[in-house]
């Protein structure tokens, strides 16, 4: 298989270069993973993040021949040749294939993302119909991996004020969370010219998202609560 | 980014950004064209109200308005306009439906981009076959 | 930018003042379809009618708002230094405003 990695050391490179490597596979290589950590016994200095290696940590989010993903749940013999890495989209890249998600977490924090309840605690737990806890369905389940938020445009144009697909996924997350008494104050943070309502509903979020989840369909529920909310 | 990192590489950091290399799924073609599109018609607006202006005016104008769409450049134009209206209201149509929760998801949304697509470029074809 | 224009009031504007030009673009084809001007006179007679010149002025309005929403949504995106934006949207605005002011003079008043 030949691959064409995207390639930056801040010691010793004043550019970014693609390098290529050629690698036989072998039949325990299913996942693009698999692949790329043999890789690393031809050249030990390719450098890229890996955890779980079985798509919940988000660590190893790049960018695969055009589209983001994770390596470790993209089937490595679906992919074309020369298979094209590279990091994701728009955020500084700090090594390789390692980019800097500064900017990312920020934007997530801004929102809130834990529950606020004032109440005095209950005995045991704050209750939650089957229902209700059916609400949080495709929402709980972002592993912040950040390739919603760099295939994004209007993340790409306003990264330091648009929320991004990621944040806003769980701003919804606490806003429909009915153990959750801010929906008021989450909903007005989000009413500004850019945090919300830069999104133009591209969907680059949802074809790219590699747990399934939706985010410009909970950017449309957000806005229609603010509609119901003014009227 | 804590200062120890700061203090080696604050001066590199590269961003990977050729959007000539990154995927444009087509719900992606059909937004950006929305937006191109909605360029041109407000550049239009002017000479619009210009010809409606005219064509009001008194039989000469109304003559006048009528002479330029002889004109092929000017019949060229309004295929182009014909072709930004007809892919913006559509992409209008599929915003709005995806506002209300139609269409939203991925295997509908992409349906519905190719259909706005192409229904834009059948339009304009629509609107040579009669201009040209 | 301030509150004071919040996101939901111009996306509001925006998808509103698209419903109406729709429907208006919708009913105009079918009247041309259906009953096309020949001359000046018909065309003119048509266009001054108070019905037809009061709806048209409300979708030269809903234009104005729609384009002014979506331009200024464009600006925003790309344009990042504050100086220029801000120039950028007010030339927006002026604009706009002229062009409100000169469908005026053409659909509500006894001009032309």
Redo the contacts between chains.
């Keep these: 298989m030949r691959l064409s990695i995207f390639r930056f050391n801040p010691e010793q490179d004043e550019k970014p270069y693609m390098q290529d490597y050629e690698i036989e596979l072998e039949p325990t290589d299913q996942m693009l993973l698999d692949v790329i950590l043999r890789l690393k016994i031809q050249d030990d200095t390719l450098t890229f993040r890996k955890s779980c290696r079985e798509g919940v940590c988000g660590s190893d989010a790049m960018n695969i021949n055009g589209r983001n993903g994770l390596a470790c749940i993209t089937v490595v013999r679906e992919l074309k040749e020369p298979v094209e890495l590279r990091p994701l989209p728009s955020f500084p890249v700090i090594r390789d294939l390692v980019v800097d998600m500064t900017q990312f977490f920020k934007q997530y924090h801004s929102i809130k993302p834990y529950l606020i309840n004032d109440e005095s605690a209950p005995e045991k737990e704050r209750l939650q119909s089957p229902e209700e806890r059916k609400k949080l369905d495709g929402l709980y389940e972002c592993i912040l991996c950040g390739c919603c938020t760099s295939q994004c445009p209007s993340s790409w144009w306003n990264p330091d004020k648009f929320v991004g697909p990621a944040g806003l996924l769980q701003a919804y997350r606490f806003i429909i969370d009915s153990r959750d008494q801010a929906t008021q104050e989450r909903l007005d943070d989000l009413n500004d010219p850019y945090r919300l309502f830069r999104c133009r509903s591209i969907m680059n979020c949802t074809e790219v998202c590699p747990k399934d989840l939706a985010p410009s369909r909970a950017i449309e529920k957000i806005r229609l609560m603010m509609v119901k909310d003014s009227l | 980014?804590c200062i120890g990192?700061m203090a080696?590489?604050k001066k590199?950091?590269?961003?990977?950004?050729n959007l000539a290399?990154?995927?444009m799924?087509v719900?992606?073609l059909t937004?950006?064209t929305h937006?191109v599109t909605?360029?041109l018609?407000?550049l239009g607006?002017?000479f619009s109200?210009y010809l409606?202006?005219l064509?009001?005016?008194?039989?000469q104008g109304?003559?006048q308005v009528i002479a330029w769409f002889d004109k092929f450049a000017f019949r060229v134009a309004a295929i182009v306009l014909v072709w930004a209206l007809a892919h913006h209201?559509l992409a209008?149509?599929r915003?709005?439906l995806?506002?209300?929760?139609i269409g939203?998801?991925?295997p509908a949304?992409r349906r519905s981009a190719w259909i706005v697509n192409l229904g834009g470029v059948a339009v304009a074809l629509l609107a040579a076959g009669v201009l040209l | 930018m301030r509150k004071a224009v919040t996101g939901l009031r111009a996306w509001l504007v925006q998808r509103i003042s698209a419903v109406y030009m729709l429907l208006f673009i919708l009913l105009l084809l079918f009247h041309f379809f259906l009953d096309p001007p020949h001359a000046y006179l018909a065309w003119h007679g048509w266009m001054k009618n108070p019905g037809v010149s009061v709806a048209t002025f409300v979708f030269f309005s809903a234009l104005l708002l729609h384009a002014w929403v979506g331009v200024r949504d464009v600006v925003m995106d790309y344009v990042h230094p504050l100086a220029l934006r801000v120039s950028a949207l007010v030339l927006l605005g002026f604009s706009l405003m002229a062009i409100a002011a000169w469908v005026v003079r053409i659909l509500l008043t006894e001009y032309g």
Aim: charged letters at 20%.
């Design positions: 980014m990192d080696k590489s590199r950091r590269p961003v990977f950004f290399q990154i995927q799924p719900g992606a937004s950006i937006r909605g360029i018609l407000a607006i002017p109200v409606l202006d064509s009001l005016q008194g039989p109304y003559a209201l209008g149509i915003h709005l995806g506002d209300i929760d939203s998801e991925l949304a």
